[in-house]
């Protein structure tokens, strides 16, 4: 079966930083391009950011450009997003996301809440 | 605010075909394939459509996509209780270089 964990979420203070990692089993990860999506309280999908099978194409969103980094380990197949200087409006559920020609495949998600 | 809209909400009752529209340009919609999502309530997205209008496996055929120039639809026939849920376009935007949502559309059965 094809799946998706998303953990490392939590509290953090506005201008902290954490870590959200995704699990992947059940496909070869190595070979797709990955894809992290977050969704405010009562709110929309936004999407984030992008990194290619191989690492070497990564995209970002203007909102979280220079202050998060999309990574990968394909031998652990985990996937990374490391988020600094975290703001309030980034509190939200943050997923990992499989792209195959589409976002195919969803995680769960795990929440941020960023407040002091 | 999306550069690809939708309306925010839509409605329909038991059996109705509903249609939920979705607009762009021709960085985004006008020249790269659309999908639509459904997210029910405290789930993650789940894909319904691809390509415009191919459903994936297991997605039943009451759900079916289009599209024409920059706005794409999603229709939904034989509407059940379970259909009540927020859909989402979503396409890659050649300028921005990244995916793009629509807003979504809350849909309710009445």
């Known amino acids: 079966e094809v799946q998706l964990v998303e953990s490392g979420g939590g509290l953090v203070k506005p201008g902290g930083s954490l870590r959200v990692s995704c699990a992947a089993s059940?496909?070869?990860?190595?070979?797709?391009?990955m894809n992290w999506v977050r969704q405010a309280p009562g709110k929309g999908l936004e999407w984030l950011a992008s990194?290619?099978?191989?690492?070497?194409?990564?995209y970002y969103a203007d909102s979280v450009r220079g202050r998060f980094t999309i990574s990968r380990d394909s031998a652990k197949n985990s996937l990374y997003l490391q988020m600094n200087s975290l703001r309030t409006d980034d509190t939200a559920v943050y997923f990992c996301?499989?792209?195959?020609?589409?976002?195919?495949?969803w995680g769960q998600g795990t929440m941020v809440t960023v407040s002091a | 605010q999306s550069v690809v809209t939708q309306p925010p909400s839509a409605s329909g009752t038991p059996g109705q075909r509903v249609s939920i529209s979705c607009f762009g340009d021709?960085?985004?919609?006008?020249?790269?394939?659309v999908y639509w999502y459904q997210q029910l309530p405290g789930t993650a997205p789940r894909i319904l459509i691809q390509?415009?209008?191919q459903r994936p496996s297991g997605v039943p055929d009451r759900f079916s996509g289009s599209k024409s120039g920059t706005s794409a639809s999603l229709a939904i026939s034989g509407l059940r209780s379970e259909d009540e849920a927020d859909y989402y376009c979503?396409?890659?935007?050649?300028?921005?270089?990244?995916?793009?949502f629509g807003g979504g559309t809350r849909l309710t059965v009445l």
């Open positions: 996301a499989r792209e195959k020609d589409a976002i195919d495949v």
């Open positions: 059940g496909f070869t990860f190595s070979l797709y391009t």
């Open positions: 021709t960085s985004n919609v006008g020249r790269n394939y």
């Open positions: 990194i290619s099978s191989g690492s070497s194409h990564i």
């Open positions: 979503a396409t890659w935007d050649d300028t921005l270089s990244n995916w793009v």
């Open positions: 390509r415009n209008n």
